[in-house]
């Protein structure tokens, strides 16, 4: 067995270019066979296998791909370099010589590590609610870390000193080709940005192991590695694509960069016009950048792509319902949510209990509404042997709907601002929003007996949104207030606490804005703080990740 022959090699560019152009059965065939012979083949049989594994979340597509990437490391482990007992033991003080590899021993070390990372994402999927499944998982990604890890210090110190040394090593190649160089990168760089983007709280379990992020670095090398147009710069322009259209407005971990992000969809959208990836991403631009229509526009462009995975749509749907909730088209957001609990498996809970929201939003009185509320927690799932966060507050809303007679509070614009849609919306739509909430808050104060027992949960989540919203249309001191006046009253919360550290980290991103940095690191503290105070609240990850972000963006005390 060798490193890609110029026939293999081609057969894996193949391989990439009919993935690109949408033909993910093609692409899987083109490599059929050579992966259990050829290393870079079986990382792109196995990587295809992977993408349609998440995309249907089937159970028998999961295991076939776990059979095949078990296939795949043990073919890779046989080529990997055998280091003898003093070897071995340095190891554990002192990076490998990389010199005395053959050039595939160190294309295996690269492989090993890259399909360690899928078997280990995907030891996750395979029994989520084991334990040791979780565990198993957790030492592979341990295993791909420290591997990354030691070429990327034999890769920089070997760059660096190249750099330095233009006489001795003028015209000479480097310990890594540039293909190896690519991989090393991108690996390294993904591994520094994800660990980077995690809150302390997680972060510091990981940092024990060794675990540590950079985002700068992480994101520097991912551009690199795209840069150097290998085999992997598609899935390092996935990366970055995924990062500042997707990641970004979830997390809110960064500064959304619309250069790199054009740059990058007129580079690969000229070389595959057709492809869903690539015009997926350009309606996640035109979402962030407003223009919501040429959103709708491009996701019905890849909906007749043509591509040969029905599971793909489903992405469309989910981006075209929020399009629709954006613009305040409830029937039609509710439409597409009822569309991917009927055809998706990812998520059935979130989807039924979005259809609900959605539909009420449109007609509280539609018909049918408590049947879809019961069966919100039918079809909970397990990560990691957890229940998602995000399902678990579903499920609570729709008990709700059905203990208070049918009713619900703002419960599309309370979605809206947990996925972080108000920042989207135009100033119409979020004028059009604030009488609704204004209505909502009047009903607190005057319905006796209240829709619920706790109305000053209801009240509370009135005052944070329209806080929110006052923020995005200018009104910074009207926010101010809005904010100080729910906090007021934030012991007399029952049910919904998670509104008061929302609330917090709000006002401490809008002391930021005013650059009054003490009460914005304040007001941060006491958000990530406040599971001190109960032992957990609904969407507590998400907000975490927020807070990680928004303290980092804080000048350092000495500066201030």
């Not at 980077?196 to 990981?206: F, Q, R």
């Amino acid at each position: 067995a060798v490193v890609s022959t110029q026939s293999t090699g081609e057969l894996c560019a193949r391989s990439r270019d009919l993935l690109l152009r949408n033909k993910l059965e093609e692409a899987k065939d083109a490599v059929s066979e050579i992966w259990k012979s050829d290393m870079y083949g079986a990382m792109a049989y196995c990587n295809i296998g992977f993408i349609q594994s998440i995309m249907t979340f089937d159970r028998k597509n999961i295991n076939q791909t776990i059979t095949d990437l078990d296939t795949s490391l043990q073919f890779i482990q046989g080529l990997r370099h055998k280091d003898g007992m003093i070897s071995y033991l340095l190891s554990y003080v002192k990076n490998r010589d990389f010199s005395t590899f053959t050039e595939v021993e160190k294309h295996a070390e690269l492989m090993y590590a890259e399909l360690l990372l899928v078997r280990a994402v995907l030891t996750f999927a395979e029994d989520a609610d084991n334990l040791v499944s979780f565990v198993k998982g957790a030492l592979k990604i341990k295993t791909c870390h420290s591997l990354y890890k030691e070429m990327f210090s034999v890769l920089d110190l070997d760059e660096t000193q190249r750099a330095s040394d233009t006489v001795d090593r003028a015209g000479k190649d480097g310990i890594f080709d540039q293909e190896l160089s690519g991989g090393i990168k991108m690996g390294w760089g993904a591994f520094s940005l994800g660990l980077s983007l995690l809150p302390p709280k997680i972060l510091g379990l990981l940092e024990f192991v060794g675990l540590r992020g950079e985002k700068e670095l992480g994101l520097r090398l991912i551009k690199e590695a795209e840069a150097m147009d290998v085999l992997r710069s598609f899935v390092c322009a996935n990366g970055l694509l995924n990062y500042n259209t997707v990641l970004l407005q979830y997390t809110k971990s960064g500064s959304y960069d619309a250069e790199l992000v054009d740059g990058l969809l007129t580079k690969w959208s000229t070389r595959y016009p057709d492809s869903m990836m690539f015009d997926f991403f350009s309606g996640r631009r035109a979402i962030i950048s407003g223009e919501v229509e040429e959103a709708l526009h491009m996701f019905d462009k890849c909906e007749n792509s043509g591509i040969d995975w029905a599971q793909f749509y489903h992405l469309c749907y989910w981006e075209k319902m929020w399009c629709h909730a954006i613009l305040l088209n409830w029937s039609e957001a509710s439409s597409f949510a009822k569309r991917l609990y009927t055809e998706s498996r990812w998520s059935r809970t979130l989807f039924s209990y979005l259809h609900l929201a959605f539909q009420y939003a449109a007609d509280p009185q539609s018909e049918g509404l408590d049947k879809v509320a019961e069966d919100v927690p039918r079809h909970q799932l397990k990560i990691g042997g957890k229940h998602l966060h995000i399902e678990k507050f579903a499920i609570r809303r729709a008990r709700s709907f059905l203990r208070n007679d049918k009713f619900l509070c703002l419960p599309a614009v309370e979605l809206l601002y947990v996925w972080r849609f108000l920042p989207l919306m135009s100033r119409d739509a979020l004028n059009s929003v604030v009488p609704l909430i204004e209505e909502a808050l009047e009903e607190c104060a005057n319905v006796q007996p209240y829709h619920t027992d706790y109305p000053t949960d209801d009240w509370f989540l009135c005052h944070l949104l329209l806080a929110v919203i006052s923020i995005e249309l200018g009104d910074t001191t009207h926010a101010l207030s809005l904010l100080r006046t729910a906090l007021q009253s934030e012991d007399q919360i029952g049910l919904d606490h998670f509104y008061i550290p929302y609330a917090h980290y709000e006002l401490g991103c809008l002391y930021t804005k005013l650059s009054d940095f003490s009460q914005a690191r304040a007001h941060l503290n006491y958000a990530r703080d406040f599971s001190n105070k109960v032992k957990s609240y609904s969407l507590e990850n998400r907000l975490l990740f927020r807070i990680h972000s928004a303290l980092s963006e804080l000048p350092s005390r000495e500066a201030q």
